[in-house]
């Protein structure tokens, strides 16, 4: 029985056995090169020349072969996918008919390649029929791609098993690699290029021939608007951004359905959707907007419906009338496929050999310079046959002027091939014509023929030769094809028309949208003594009917609805924000805090109450420090809250309450039973920071504080209920400066230290 060998890269011992020892990393890594740079040239990067893909260039080169043209009958897909593996790419037959497909749709190539009849898929994302039912042949973007091919335009190589030949690139007269776009991924790379608008790509070209030097600005701003997408849509992104992108050859677009308000009368209306954004399938889509519906995280949206024959058409039912369409929009735009972005990155093969991510006067420059040279090779090749034909024109003519002895030669001669090469000085090719030469040709107006079209090749290979001369006359060749291939896809045909509209993004709210997102409705917030928290729907008006865990009981409770901000305060200094609509329901007894929000193990909840950023807030710690704070700076967009008092250990966070409007003062009991009133202005207004101290102490700490209007006095609440009110001549005593000690409360302060209430 034999053995495999492997064969060493660098070299290698050899063991008794007939084994042979090699470095295992080194051999991985020459067999992973070898199929990374296999992938990468021969799979999915394209060319910059042509902008294909080898099993795309070889499907073209198969249809040519099969002589599908755009004037022809079609062919079976199968017969052409047959031929495609047979000969020139031996790889699966279904995934060269799915590339055989993509080329013949209409939303995903911006010029198709292919004409296709039959079903070849549809924008739903339902797949193409099998094809032994479908047919194929080319449409003139293939021809234009092809055109010249014959004429020695391009290099072939063998095919795989070397009984033919394959073009190793298309002539490519049409700007294909960002007129249609690419996509691929690769070994350690990946190219995504978003289709262009023929038309302005060769006014883009004709520009780059006046003026070499050019610059991606003016291209942008002038020609390049940017993509053209099959599909339609509106891009929403800035000019500075677009430049950019194109630039570096890589960023991403912002990519919007296409979509109007229509009036139904009464005051009502609907949505229509035309175009949808690039790549989107349209059932797909729909789905996910039904299921949000569904789980209700749409309430702006009554109905959607789907009513595209031929056209997208898709109808959107506003909740109500009184629903801003602009705002409902923005709502769909945020979390569905309604808008999406179309990431570039223009990774492409340059001279067919070197992955390199080039910008967009590079790609242009590339396809230019491989359209001059294809422009040389076809000059070359025309002018060998003007030399050849010429060449046996001569000779026809030193015939006709010598008949009577050429034919005395044919007719006695024993090598009348010899004689008459020796006698009139012709080369073979001549004499060949010569004794070829039919009798019929021997008329006059024959020779009269043949001296007219010497006359008019010798003409056209002047004219060759002086292209061929001059590097000037060859771009100008070049920019009027590219003209030419303008007008034949200007922007006032069918195919030519710009299809992606630019806009802006209406400046919305993003907090408007975000609560349009929530379905609005009344809840009671419940957080227990042990920090559990629960959202029970409706303003239930009798607190003392919820149920706790055992040894637990209720902290606070506050009516708020779903829109709100539920903010909650902890002994650490943190405000956490909690949305309204998130928090768990009044089944069982909610859930823990700490698993909602990243709270320190060593904190606690002092206060929870819904946002208003209207108002301002007092927050005092333990020890007698404090500031304001507006509600607006609170908000914490992490898990993890925002810190905005400082009190480290064994300082805590004590006291947060509302500053409200026309409360001037504000009094503040210790631990020790002593009362101190003074004006609220004598606390800054801060973001964070620690304070400054509102009253001294010299054991303990701070009891409780408030604010208030000095003109309707300070109240306070009793063990009964049972409320006093001390007015500003009866607190003459107990007002001084912030800072001070104060002096023990007055009469009938509850024995606890709170103010209450």
């Given at each position: 029985?034999?053995?495999?060998?492997?064969?060493?890269?660098?070299?290698?011992?050899?063991?008794?056995d007939?084994?042979?020892?090699?470095?295992?990393?080194?051999?991985?890594?020459?067999?992973?090169?070898?199929?990374?740079?296999?992938?990468?040239?021969?799979?999915?990067?394209?060319?910059?020349?042509?902008?294909l893909?080898?099993?795309?260039?070889?499907?073209?080169?198969?249809?040519?072969?099969?002589?599908l043209?755009?004037?022809?009958?079609?062919k079976?897909?199968?017969?052409i996918?047959?031929?495609?593996i047979?000969?020139?790419?031996?790889?699966?037959?279904?995934?060269?008919?799915?590339?055989?497909?993509?080329?013949?749709?209409?939303?995903?190539?911006?010029?198709?390649?292919?004409?296709?009849?039959?079903?070849?898929?549809?924008?739903?994302?339902?797949?193409?029929?099998?094809?032994?039912?479908?047919?194929?042949r080319?449409?003139?973007?293939?021809?234009?791609?092809?055109?010249?091919?014959?004429e020695?335009?391009?290099?072939?190589?063998?095919?795989?098993?070397?009984?033919?030949?394959?073009?190793?690139?298309?002539?490519?007269?049409?700007?294909?690699?960002?007129?249609?776009?690419?996509?691929?991924?690769?070994?350690?790379?990946?190219?995504?290029?978003p289709?262009?608008?023929?038309?302005?790509?060769?006014?883009?070209?004709?520009?780059?021939?006046?003026?070499p030097?050019?610059?991606?600005?003016?291209?942008?701003?002038?020609?390049?608007?940017?993509?053209?997408?099959?599909?339609?849509?509106?891009?929403?992104?800035?000019?500075?951004?677009?430049?950019e992108?194109?630039?570096?050859?890589?960023?991403?677009?912002?990519?919007?359905?296409?979509?109007?308000?229509?009036?139904?009368?009464?005051?009502?209306?609907?949505?229509i959707?035309?175009?949808?954004?690039?790549?989107?399938?349209?059932?797909?889509?729909?789905?996910?907007?039904?299921?949000?519906?569904?789980?209700?995280?749409?309430p702006?949206?009554?109905?959607?419906?789907?009513?595209?024959?031929?056209?997208?058409?898709?109808?959107?039912?506003?909740k109500?009338?009184?629903?801003?369409?602009?705002?409902?929009?923005?709502?769909?735009?945020?979390?569905?496929?309604?808008?999406?972005?179309?990431?570039?990155?223009?990774?492409?093969?340059s001279?067919?050999?070197?992955?390199k991510?080039?910008?967009?006067?590079?790609?242009?420059?590339?396809?230019?310079?491989h359209?001059?040279?294809?422009l040389?090779?076809?000059?070359?090749?025309?002018?060998?046959?003007?030399?050849?034909?010429?060449?046996i024109?001569?000779?026809?003519l030193?015939?006709?002027?010598?008949?009577?002895?050429?034919?005395?030669?044919?007719?006695?001669e024993?090598?009348?091939?010899?004689?008459?090469?020796?006698?009139?000085?012709?080369t073979?090719?001549?004499?060949?014509?010569?004794?070829?030469?039919?009798?019929?040709?021997?008329?006059?107006?024959?020779?009269?023929?043949?001296?007219?079209?010497?006359?008019?090749l010798?003409?056209?290979?002047?004219?060759?030769?002086?292209?061929?001369?001059?590097?000037?006359?060859?771009?100008?060749?070049?920019?009027?094809?590219?003209?030419?291939?303008?007008k034949?896809?200007?922007?006032?045909?069918?195919?030519?028309?710009?299809?992606?509209?630019?806009?802006?993004?209406?400046?919305?709210?993003?907090?408007?949208v975000?609560?349009?997102?929530?379905?609005?409705?009344?809840i009671?917030?419940?957080?227990s003594?042990?920090?559990?928290?629960?959202?029970?729907?409706?303003?239930?008006?009798?607190?003392?009917?919820?149920?706790?865990?055992?040894?637990?009981?209720?902290?606070?409770?506050?009516?708020?609805?779903?829109?709100?901000?539920?903010?909650?305060?902890?002994?650490?200094?943190?405000?956490?924000?909690?949305?309204?609509?998130k928090?768990?329901?009044?089944?069982?007894?909610?859930?823990?805090?700490?698993?909602?929000?990243?709270?320190?193990?060593?904190?606690?909840?002092?206060?929870?109450?819904?946002?208003?950023?209207?108002?301002?807030?007092?927050?005092?710690?333990?020890?007698g420090?404090?500031?304001?704070?507006?509600?607006?700076?609170i908000?914490?967009?992490?898990?993890k809250?925002?810190?905005?008092?400082?009190?480290?250990?064994?300082?805590?966070?004590?006291?947060?309450?509302?500053?409200?409007?026309g409360?001037?003062?504000?009094?503040i009991?210790?631990?020790?039973?002593?009362?101190?009133?003074?004006?609220?202005?004598?606390?800054?207004?801060?973001?964070?920071?620690?304070?400054?101290r509102?009253?001294?102490?010299?054991?303990?700490?701070?009891?409780?504080?408030?604010?208030?209007?000095?003109?309707?006095?300070?109240?306070w609440?009793?063990?009964?209920?049972?409320?006093?009110?001390?007015?500003?001549?009866?607190?003459?005593?107990?007002?001084?400066?912030?800072a001070?000690?104060?002096r023990?409360?007055?009469?009938?302060?509850p024995?606890?230290?709170?103010?209450?209430?």
């Amino acid at each position: 029985m034999g053995q495999d060998l492997i064969s060493p890269p660098g070299g290698g011992s050899e063991g008794g056995d007939g084994i042979i020892d090699i470095d295992l990393k080194s051999a991985l890594e020459e067999r992973y090169l070898a199929y990374a740079l296999s992938t990468i040239m021969g799979r999915a990067l394209p060319d910059v020349r042509d902008g294909l893909k080898p099993v795309h260039r070889r499907i073209l080169h198969a249809m040519r072969v099969l002589k599908l043209d755009p004037n022809t009958g079609f062919k079976k897909c199968a017969r052409i996918v047959g031929d495609v593996i047979g000969k020139f790419h031996p790889h699966g037959d279904q995934s060269v008919y799915d590339a055989l497909v993509r080329l013949a749709q209409d939303f995903a190539q911006r010029y198709p390649l292919v004409d296709g009849q039959g079903n070849f898929g549809n924008i739903d994302g339902d797949n193409a029929a099998a094809y032994r039912y479908t047919e194929a042949r080319m449409t003139e973007v293939s021809t234009l791609l092809l055109e010249g091919i014959d004429e020695d335009a391009v290099d072939f190589r063998l095919t795989y098993n070397e009984e033919d030949k394959e073009p190793i690139v298309l002539p490519g007269s049409f700007p294909n690699l960002l007129a249609n776009g690419s996509s691929g991924i690769a070994v350690g790379m990946a190219t995504n290029i978003p289709p262009h608008n023929a038309a302005e790509l060769c006014e883009a070209a004709q520009h780059l021939i006046k003026f070499p030097n050019a610059s991606v600005e003016t291209l942008v701003e002038k020609y390049v608007q940017g993509p053209d997408f099959p599909t339609g849509g509106t891009i929403v992104e800035d000019k500075a951004s677009i430049i950019e992108t194109y630039k570096t050859g890589r960023g991403s677009f912002r990519l919007r359905a296409k979509w109007e308000k229509v009036d139904t009368g009464r005051g009502g209306y609907q949505i229509i959707i035309t175009e949808i954004p690039y790549q989107v399938q349209k059932s797909r889509l729909i789905e996910k907007i039904a299921e949000l519906l569904f789980n209700r995280k749409l309430p702006l949206l009554e109905d959607i419906r789907d009513e595209s024959a031929e056209d997208v058409r898709i109808v959107l039912e506003p909740k109500s009338r009184s629903v801003d369409p602009e705002v409902l929009m923005e709502s769909l735009f945020k979390v569905t496929d309604l808008e999406n972005r179309f990431s570039m990155n223009m990774n492409v093969l340059s001279g067919g050999k070197v992955p390199k991510v080039m910008g967009l006067s590079e790609v242009l420059r590339e396809w230019l310079e491989h359209r001059r040279d294809v422009l040389v090779r076809r000059s070359k090749f025309r002018l060998a046959q003007i030399d050849r034909r010429l060449e046996i024109l001569g000779g026809l003519l030193i015939a006709y002027l010598n008949i009577d002895e050429v034919i005395r030669i044919i007719r006695f001669e024993d090598e009348p091939k010899q004689k008459l090469i020796v006698k009139f000085d012709l080369t073979e090719l001549q004499v060949e014509a010569i004794l070829n030469m039919r009798l019929r040709a021997l008329a006059k107006l024959q020779e009269i023929e043949i001296r007219r079209e010497n006359e008019e090749l010798s003409k056209e290979k002047s004219q060759i030769e002086a292209l061929l001369a001059s590097e000037d006359a060859q771009w100008n060749v070049l920019s009027k094809d590219i003209g030419d291939i303008k007008k034949q896809f200007g922007k006032d045909t069918k195919l030519g028309a710009r299809r992606t509209q630019f806009g802006d993004a209406n400046e919305i709210d993003l907090e408007v949208v975000m609560q349009s997102m929530i379905e609005k409705e009344p809840i009671t917030v419940v957080i227990s003594e042990k920090g559990w928290i629960r959202g029970l729907k409706g303003h239930l008006a009798d607190f003392t009917t919820f149920a706790f865990k055992e040894g637990d009981k209720l902290k606070t409770a506050f009516h708020a609805d779903s829109h709100d901000k539920i903010i909650l305060f902890t002994t650490s200094g943190k405000f956490f924000t909690i949305g309204g609509d998130k928090l768990p329901g009044g089944r069982g007894h909610g859930e823990p805090i700490r698993v909602i929000i990243d709270m320190e193990n060593d904190a606690d909840v002092v206060t929870a109450f819904k946002h208003d950023p209207k108002r301002k807030l007092l927050l005092v710690s333990r020890v007698g420090n404090g500031f304001v704070v507006p509600e607006s700076e609170i908000i914490a967009n992490t898990r993890k809250g925002k810190q905005v008092m400082n009190a480290k250990l064994p300082d805590e966070a004590l006291l947060c309450a509302p500053v409200l409007e026309g409360h001037d003062s504000l009094a503040i009991v210790g631990e020790n039973r002593k009362l101190l009133v003074f004006p609220v202005d004598q606390l800054p207004e801060m973001t964070r920071g620690k304070g400054v101290r509102l009253q001294k102490y010299k054991d303990g700490g701070t009891n409780d504080a408030r604010s208030f209007a000095m003109s309707e006095g300070l109240n306070w609440q009793d063990s009964a209920d049972r409320t006093f009110t001390k007015m500003k001549d009866e607190l003459a005593e107990w007002i001084g400066e912030r800072a001070q000690a104060g002096r023990m409360v007055p009469k009938g302060f509850p024995r606890n230290g709170k103010f209450g209430g």
